[in-house]
């Protein structure tokens, strides 16, 4: 049988299929693979994944070009199969290969359901995009169709084999290393260059037509197995922090050797305090974006020195503590994190992004490269120099 699925003027969409294929008990095995993974795609079906998964096999590539593969969007996926399957990351580093099939298939011992077309895992490919699939049901006792199905299996075999060093099975290490690589990044970094893009002044030349939104995601947290207990699951949801004011969304600054550099490293010596400078101007531009003076408390060591520790920033996908200061003799203000310092080279841009406070952190921090299409978009708001320095900021 063969049906053909489009949206988002329809009825059934892709997300629609996918939540319907993943309630159906006969199925032993779903595979996929997609170019793009988002958090707005995989919530639509990350609680019934999970309950999919328990019993039957879940396999999934994903690719991480263009951007558009989050962060978020992988931990989700990860989080959704636990070790109960598998999520490969397709890469090929060659620079105009782009993964992006668009592949779902769920099968048994007798039949498979099959659908290709253009959707992704984000909730527009799912739900509100201008998509089209064909799906088929196969009988897999007709050999024609055994066939193609064994067609299908091996494209998706080579899609998730580690032999030609394209493809890897996504665990939370790999994870920290895509984000720290910048294979992928946060879905906040990538809003921000989006608006920057589309902040551009321009004749419109199409109508604006409303189309049918996506549904609401099911409620995320998966139904917990009759033979578990609470006691078999350990889920950890951040206190929500203070929101910080100020009246512009983010910072950036070029990062000097004062910001990233180690000092001295010969043996027997200290190596240079983990703290990036920030210009008492840039501070006293906006004060109130980095919480000042009102959230600073006296250091009872230092005469004049302000402190605001324990500040909760987020750094790729780990949340850490930093420690805001102002040194009265030195005459700057600095943010002292070992996970700041280290990630960034000299001459990269520094962006912090106030939050609402709301996921447990106050700040999303992203280092941007040198080199990449966000550093230019960056470096262009960083309109303000510092005397003596290569160093520039603003804010946006």
């Not at 033979?227 to 983010?250: C, K, M, Y």
Request: with cysteine.
């Amino acid at each position: 049988m063969l049906d053909f699925i489009h949206q988002p003027d329809s009825e059934v969409r892709l997300g629609n299929y996918l939540q319907f294929q993943l309630q159906q008990r006969q199925w032993t095995q779903f595979r996929a693979a997609v170019a793009f993974v988002k958090y707005s795609g995989v919530r639509h079906i990350s609680k019934l994944l999970n309950e999919f998964s328990y019993n039957a096999f879940v396999k999934i590539s994903v690719g991480i070009d263009h951007d558009g593969t989050s962060m978020e969007g992988l931990s989700e996926l990860l989080n959704s199969v636990e070790n109960r399957g598998e999520i490969w990351v397709y890469h090929n580093d060659n620079n105009y290969s782009t993964f992006h099939p668009k592949l779902y298939l769920f099968k048994n011992d007798i039949e498979a359901n099959i659908l290709v077309g253009s959707g992704n895992l984000t909730e527009g490919g799912l739900f509100t995009n201008y998509e089209a699939s064909f799906c088929v049901l196969l009988n897999l006792k007709i050999d024609v169709n055994l066939i193609l199905l064994r067609k299908i299996e091996a494209i998706l075999d080579l899609w998730s084999d580690r032999e030609q060093d394209t493809a890897q099975l996504l665990t939370s290490e790999l994870l920290n290393q895509l984000v720290r690589n910048k294979y992928v990044k946060g879905e906040a970094q990538v809003r921000a260059t989006q608006e920057l893009a589309s902040s551009r002044n321009r004749t419109s030349l199409f109508a604006n037509i409303q189309v049918p939104r996506a549904p609401v995601p099911p409620r995320q947290t998966p139904d917990e197995p009759e033979d578990l207990s609470e006691e078999d699951f350990e889920v950890e949801i951040p206190e929500p922090v203070a929101a910080p004011g100020g009246n512009f969304t983010g910072f950036a600054m070029t990062l000097q050797r004062t910001d990233v550099g180690r000092g001295q490293t010969t043996a027997g010596t200290s190596a240079r305090s983990p703290e990036i400078f920030i210009p008492l101007s840039a501070r006293d531009y906006d004060p109130e974006f980095w919480g000042w003076p009102g959230d600073f408390t006296p250091d009872p060591k230092k005469p004049r020195k302000m402190d605001r520790r324990n500040v909760k920033m987020r750094v790729g996908i780990t949340t850490v503590d930093v420690n805001m200061m102002t040194w009265p003799d030195k005459h700057d203000f600095r943010l002292r994190s070992e996970a700041l310092r280290s990630a960034g080279n000299v001459g990269d841009i520094l962006r912090v992004e106030r939050t609402d406070g709301q996921s447990g952190f106050a700040y999303y921090v992203e280092i941007i490269p040198q080199g990449t299409l966000q550093y230019s978009q960056f470096l262009a708001l960083c309109v303000n120099s510092v005397r003596n320095s290569k160093k520039r900021w603003g804010y946006y």
